[in-house]
């Protein structure tokens, strides 16, 4: 599956990650709050990555940029599909969904 996304949108997502450092649970602070229990493993709080600065966050989206050809290239005679996540989250994750479960009763 691609997922297609502008850099802008891809940087927001990136800067908004929230995770669980206990069972690695990672979701967003437009879904779940910054210091809320985890709601897969109760264990630990939800915190920022440390390192999500917006300079690395451009270096590490510029890096994709660079390697996307290689990777298309390298699984292009598998069978592929291409979304576009320019959406809300929450299209976003009820079309990921439908495509999850499209795949598992085909």
Same mark, same amino acid.
């Given at each position: 599956l691609i997922l297609d !996304? %502008?850099?802008c949108v891809c940087r927001e997502r990136m800067m908004n990650r929230l995770a669980c450092w206990a069972c690695g649970y990672t979701t967003s602070n437009q879904v779940d709050t910054l210091g809320s229990s985890c709601p897969r493993c109760h264990t630990s709080k939800l915190a920022t990555r440390m390192q999500e600065t917006e300079n690395l966050i451009d270096t590490r989206l510029?890096?994709?940029? /660079?390697? /996307? %050809? /290689?990777?298309?290239? !390298?699984f292009a005679d598998f069978p592929h599909g291409r979304y576009d996540t320019h959406r809300s989250l929450e299209e976003c994750y009820t079309h990921y969904l439908d495509l999850i479960q499209s795949w598992k009763n085909p």
């Open positions: !996304a %502008p850099t510029k890096h994709y940029k /660079e390697i /996307e %050809p /290689e990777v298309l290239e !390298a």
